[in-house]
């Protein structure tokens, strides 16, 4: 493989999107751009005007994803696609999702600005509410993508206001009974691959020093997010141990076992994380002279293996039964949510080895606990992959501190990878 011909990334126009980001993102903590509101709409807007006047072909479907396509020698072969998504949560960082976006434009840009004309179109899709930080579905925008929304899922409310899906996206200027009523705009046998870079969201690459990732696979996950424990308030100091329904006692108990089980499970080899995300009293009727009557609480089980998802949760369920009955409370998990695992394809995953290899750059394969868009390409069949990029400080914070070069490693990669899988049937 020659690597004279192969265009070279534009890293300075990704430079100064992320600048630009940071500046319109900015809350005065860390970075929001909300799911269908003002933050991700500026930043779709941004965007889709610089693909515009570069040139692209460029479209957005119902849903109002975004579509940036450089036209390739083939307009009706299957198309490889790099994509992520722009939106972020509540007081984030500015990469997590907006890196693999701009990944992907700076790939498509440096191979205009080099007047390559590839085989097949490829295609960078930016993709709408990622985050179930906004509204509680995973995968929002991909499951648009890939016409696989449903009318229930436009009916959800946005957390913060408390207005449904349906009515942001028309505030958004999106068309949401297309949604329902058309096919996509694009087909899933029409992509070839979906290639997404993301930050890794833990500290695998940075305790190892080592600057890409390549995944193997992404976790599916078992959720209740809005779980409660029903109790009976009482006097602090009138009520004996023996009369008590403590919510707050019956919910530490079972978050204690779930910890104990989730660990014992780990040691005979399997796969999973437990997290009790939130965990809370009524801020009107808790005080510190009663006894609890009611928790918040939730609940997030991840694996790449369903059956150990289903072995936690059967768990969960039958300690529930048994602290119940023992502290006369009543469990309400509420709604479940799930996302399915999702295996990365094998011929993508030796891609991004090989251009790794060629580059001299030192990539670790891991898996992803974290859900990504790629999972729900996956999920219908496209075949997908992820690089992940070190990032010093986690994601869903402020203090994401990906390094520049770290990202240009990444890129370089994925267009080494993107240039191999175009060009070796070729030579």
């Not at 751009?33 to 933050?39: E, L, M």
């Not at 997404?196 to 695998?204: A, L, R, S, T, Y």
């Not at 990444?410 to 030579?427: E, F, G, M, P, W």
Request: charged share 20%; aromatic share 8%; proline share 5%.
């Amino acid at each position: 493989m020659t690597t004279e011909l192969l265009p070279v990334p534009d890293m300075t126009l990704a430079a100064e999107l992320f600048t630009q980001l940071q500046g319109m993102s900015f809350d005065g903590k860390g970075i929001t751009r909300d799911a269908y509101g003002p933050g991700e709409q500026r930043a779709h807007e941004l965007v889709k005007h610089l693909a515009e006047v570069a040139g692209f072909e460029v479209l957005t479907d119902a849903a109002l994803n975004l579509y940036i396509i450089l036209p390739g020698q083939d307009r009706q072969a299957s198309k490889i696609v790099v994509g992520s998504h722009l939106d972020s949560v509540p007081a984030g960082g500015n990469y997590d999702g907006a890196a693999g976006v701009l990944a992907g434009l700076a790939i498509i840009f440096g191979w205009k600005n080099a007047g390559r004309v590839p085989p097949c179109d490829l295609m960078v899709i930016a993709i709408r509410a990622e985050e179930s930080a906004w509204f509680p579905i995973s995968y929002l925008g991909s499951k648009a993508v890939l016409g696989e929304l449903n009318p229930t899922d436009l009916t959800i409310p946005r957390k913060d206001t408390g207005i449904a899906l349906r009515q942001h996206m028309i505030d958004c200027g999106g068309q949401p009974d297309k949604l329902i009523n058309d096919p996509p705009l694009f087909h899933r046998t029409d992509f070839r691959a979906f290639l997404e870079i993301h930050i890794e969201q833990g500290p695998i690459l940075e305790s190892a020093g080592i600057p890409v990732g390549i995944v193997t696979g992404i976790c599916g996950s078992l959720r209740y997010r809005f779980a409660r424990t029903y109790g009976q308030y009482a006097h602090s100091g009138a009520c004996p141990s023996y009369c008590r329904q403590d919510a707050v006692i019956a919910t530490a108990e079972l978050v204690s076992e779930m910890h104990r089980y989730w660990h014992a499970m780990e040691k005979e080899g399997h796969e999973l994380t437990v997290t009790f995300g939130r965990f809370f009293t009524d801020a009107v009727d808790a005080d510190m002279s009663k006894v609890s009557g009611l928790v918040d609480f939730s609940i997030d089980f991840r694996s790449r293996d369903p059956e150990t998802l289903e072995v936690i949760h059967t768990h969960l369920q039958q300690t529930a039964d048994i602290l119940a009955e023992k502290h006369g409370v009543r469990f309400d998990f509420g709604a479940q949510t799930r996302s399915k695992p999702a295996r990365m394809d094998p011929v993508l995953v030796t891609a991004l080895q090989d251009a790794a290899r060629e580059l001299k750059t030192e990539a670790q394969l891991l898996n992803s606990g974290a859900g990504h868009d790629c999972a729900q390409f996956v999920s219908c069949g496209v075949p997908g992959v992820m690089l992940f990029i070190r990032n010093q400080n986690g994601s869903h914070n402020p203090d994401e501190a990906m390094e520049f070069t770290d990202f240009c490693c990444a890129v370089s990669v994925l267009n080494q990878a993107i240039y191999n899988l175009l060009y070796t049937d070729q030579n």
